[in-house]
Structures are given as structure tokens and as C-alpha cells.
């Protein structure tokens, strides 16, 4: 539970270090989001009930920050990033196995795509609610961006987080016995 609780504090602190760090002006101001890589890396090594929790609390604070009200509009609710990051950390506890087998790659990967599903879900809910939707190259690196930069800085973040769940000895962190025991099975 330890590993949980520095989970929880690492994407506080990310959350906050994120606006921070510049747009990328080569990649038509993308932005850089760690958040989604911690929130991916604990739905591959946490419980169930604490992928949710995680996922709930990295949602809320996305909230949080990017709820939009404009007049008597709501063009950005809150509640929505809950159930997203519930979403796809579910589909990520779902690749568990792999993870366990040490499939490490499938961390990066998936953290791109479900980086970029984040910002692809906002795009289009403020497209369709101010009713018009436009997709143009700005709009397309705005998209896939944080997803390739996602893809880029997960690895090492996997090594980060894989050593920190080491260190506060996570009972659910795979081991190479583990592996061998997960091939064992039909």
C-alpha cells in the first residue's frame, strides 16, 4: 500500500510540474503530459480496486483544472476524466499479464494511446458542444503530440516507477519467478 500512497503523491506533484513545462513549439504548441504515464504504470502494477482509486484521484484533479464554463455553458464537465482515466486504467489492468510476463514495451506504447485518447475526448467534447468540429494539422499534433512524447518519456518512467515499487517492496510487483511460474500455465 506504500507504493499506492507515493503513486498518489508522484501524480499530485506531476500534475503540478506539468504546467510548468512549455508547449513543444515544433509540434504546434502539444504539451507534455507525465500524469497519464504514473496513472498507466500503476493500472499495470496495483490491485483492481487501487487502479480505480488511482484513477479517480488522477481524474478529479484533472477536473479540477480543466473544467470550462463559459456564460451559462458547460463545455468541460466535471466527473468526465473520472470515468475516462476508469476507463482506460481498466483496459490497462487488462494487459496485466503481459506485464507480468515482462512486457515492459506494452506500457509505452499503451500510455501513448491512452495519453492521446485523454486529449482526443476533450477535443471532441468541446468540438460537439460548440457545435462545430474541426480538424486541421494544428488540431491532429494537439492530439497525437502528448500520446508520441507519452511513448518517449515512458520508458524511462517505467524504470523510475519499477525501481520506486522495489524499493517500498510492492507485493504486487512482478519478479522473474513470476515469469517463469506465468509460463508454466496452458
Known sequence: M???????????????????????????DARIYIVPV????????????????????????????TAQVLGNRVEISVGWSILLYAVLAAIMHGLRPL??????????IMSGVCTSAIVLAQYLMISFRRGSLFFNREAWW???????????????????????????????RPDRDAYDAYDAYP
Open 2 to 28: 506504500i507504493f499506492f500512497v507515493v503513486l498518489l503523491i508522484l501524480t499530485f506533484l506531476a500534475q503540478i510540474v506539468e504546467f510548468f513545462i512549455p508547449p513543444l513549439d515544433w509540434m504546434y
Open 38 to 65: 504514473i496513472v498507466f504504470y500503476g493500472a499495470m502494477s496495483l490491485p483492481f480496486p487501487a487502479v480505480m482509486g488511482l484513477a479517480f484521484f488522477a481524474g478529479f484533479m484533472l477536473d479540477a483544472l
Open 142 to 172: 494537439q492530439i497525437a503530440g502528448p500520446g508520441i512524447i507519452a511513448i518517449l518519456i515512458a520508458p524511462l518512467a517505467f524504470w523510475i516507477l519499477h525501481w520506486l515499487a522495489g524499493l517500498t517492496r510492492n507485493p504486487y
Open 99 to 108: 506485464f507480468i510476463k515482462g512486457r515492459w514495451e506494452v506500457h509505452c
